[in-house]
């Protein structure tokens, strides 16, 4: 079964804009991930935010946690075309083993 | 470091055969994964070993699937006999522990005709 959901499916910006995706999670967790994955390739680990965390940034990208409303937000500051991608939240419940599920993912679309 | 590294690439079988998906995880992470991505189902966790042992495979479909990982720098994951329904890309992931993220393979592309 899938922890997190992502929203929305899709989206599409202009070059310069910023992204805004969101995920939400149904039990409480240890720690939150994003990727990125690009089309027929494998994914790419971008940040990781635990639960004691409530906001992480890495170059462009801040990550956002709220574990009161559990959920989660990934913001794309000034896109680029390069950002087209799918993007996914990854969480590891707090149920004692250590594996990550992942959600349905955000379409991105970048247009130059 | 060359990455977490997969094999092969694509593969392309017949409903019956037996499919071995090949997986070299990164010198030095202590914990593999194997995924499963389709269209329908998304990323699908199968199966994840800490120390060549098998923790969690709660995901493995049914008893056509096994994995094992001998040593700490191979994994294999299995399908016999293989069918359509398993035709998906098939990830592998290492990674250093709980507090870091994974390095995933290229992916094996698996159909089954």
């Known amino acids: 079964s899938q922890q997190g959901e992502e929203d929305p499916q899709a989206l599409s910006i202009q070059e310069g804009e910023n992204a805004t995706m969101n995920c939400s999670y149904k039990?409480?967790?240890?720690?939150l991930q994003w990727y990125r994955q690009n089309s027929g390739r494998g994914l790419v680990h971008l940040i990781l935010?635990?639960?004691?965390?409530r906001e992480k940034h890495s170059g462009r990208l801040r990550v956002t946690l709220d574990t009161s409303k559990k959920s989660s937000s990934l913001l794309i500051t000034a896109s680029r075309a390069a950002d087209t991608a799918s993007y996914f939240c990854?969480?590891?419940?707090?149920?004692?083993?250590?594996?990550?599920?992942f959600g349905t993912g955000t379409r991105l679309k970048v247009l130059a | 470091d060359a990455g977490v590294i997969q094999s092969p690439r694509h593969e392309v079988t017949e409903m019956g055969q037996e499919v071995t998906l090949r997986c070299k995880p990164i010198?030095?992470?202590?914990?593999l994964f194997w995924y499963r991505q389709t269209m329908m189902r998304g990323l699908e966790l199968l199966i994840y070993?800490?120390?060549?042992?098998?923790?969690?495979d709660s995901g493995m479909p049914e008893d056509r699937f096994s994995a094992k990982m001998p040593n700490a720098s191979f994994s294999t994951l299995k399908i016999q006999p293989s069918e359509p329904r398993d035709s998906a890309v098939y990830f592998c992931?290492?990674?250093?522990?709980?507090?870091?993220?994974?390095?995933f393979g290229s992916g094996t592309r698996l159909t089954v005709v």
């Open positions: 935010i635990r639960s004691n965390e």
């Open positions: 990854a969480t590891d419940a707090r149920s004692g083993t250590y594996k990550y599920i």
């Open positions: 039990t409480s967790i240890n720690n």
């Open positions: 070993f800490n120390n060549n042992v098998p923790i969690d």
């Open positions: 010198s030095g992470h202590d914990y």
């Open positions: 992931a290492s990674s250093a522990g709980r507090t870091v993220g994974y390095t």
